[in-house]
């Protein structure tokens, strides 16, 4: 059952990333396809970290992987673009004022971003990944289910275990880290959640499912917040004189990204109270 179940989300997982790519040589801008990719790659990165917990593994997926994950790397700056983007005309309808500059920057970051992927999808190939699930198959064969979901039940308590609550004043930094647990975590739970039991999965996936969403939106407004304030000190620093708005949408900013992580802290304590398991 372990087997299987461990196999079939490794098929599934390749089998996307291989289809994004597909449809990335053919339309390298397709916001969906860099979507896919990037999320299907972060769960495999889950996938191998929960694996090396396996009695007597020894099976390395580095080289299956690096081509995937330099494509997801050059991606993701396009997506984070775009969403930068998206997010700031949100805000900017806040405080009746257009950002143009900041706009004009975006633009050309996502332009660079496009040609990068383009480029790098153009002369890549996936060909070892495709091998990837079978070789797999092969090399935990004999693996004893038992032992090997001990490791695994008692790999994802100290995972649990590990995540923390940042003090009031953590850099943000220290914050991502966290939101990076959290989501691999997540991912675990849901590669194991048709072997693992009830109580995983009732009582700890939900918690830890909304505790990465609230982080999400932290992420997006901090790195939000960060780009605004940079460009503003770069306009101020060349002289240029710019609207009060500019230190609305600062503030507004500000104020949400406090909410956001105020928020952020709570589920993730509710998450750290979770116990039985």
């Not at 005309?89 to 971003?113: D, G, I």
């Amino acid at each position: 059952m372990l087997q299987t179940a461990l196999y079939q989300y490794l098929r599934k997982e390749c089998d996307t990333v291989t289809a994004a790519y597909h449809t990335l040589r053919e339309a390298p801008g397709d916001a969906d396809a860099i979507h896919a990719m990037r999320v299907s790659v972060k769960k495999l990165r889950a996938f191998f970290s929960l694996a090396k917990q396996l009695p007597d593994y020894s099976f390395g997926a580095g080289k299956h992987l690096r081509t995937a994950r330099l494509i997801q790397s050059v991606g993701g700056a396009s997506r984070d673009t775009h969403l930068q983007e998206k997010n700031l005309r949100s805000y900017e309808k806040k405080v009746s004022w257009r950002f143009s500059f900041a706009h004009l920057l975006l633009q050309n970051k996502a332009a660079t971003a496009s040609e990068m992927l383009q480029a790098t999808v153009k002369f890549s190939s996936l060909k070892k990944l495709n091998t990837l699930p079978e070789r797999f198959k092969e090399a935990m064969a004999d693996t004893d289910t038992k032992a090997a979901t001990a490791a695994l039940i008692s790999y994802l308590q100290e995972q649990h275990k590990k995540i923390t609550i940042p003090a009031s004043r953590a850099h943000h930094s220290v914050w991502h880290e966290v939101r990076k647990e959290v989501k691999t975590l997540y991912y675990q739970l849901s590669i194991l959640e048709q072997v693992l039991p009830a109580v995983f999965t009732e009582n700890l996936a939900t918690p830890t499912r909304k505790a990465g969403e609230l982080l999400g939106q932290w992420h997006d407004t901090s790195e939000l917040l960060l780009f605004v304030k940079a460009t503003v000190a770069q306009l101020k620093k060349e002289k240029t004189t710019l609207p009060v708005n500019a230190q609305q949408l600062v503030q507004l900013l500000q104020m949400d990204m406090k909410e956001q992580l105020a928020q952020c802290a709570w589920q993730v304590k509710a998450l750290k109270a979770v116990s039985g398991f």
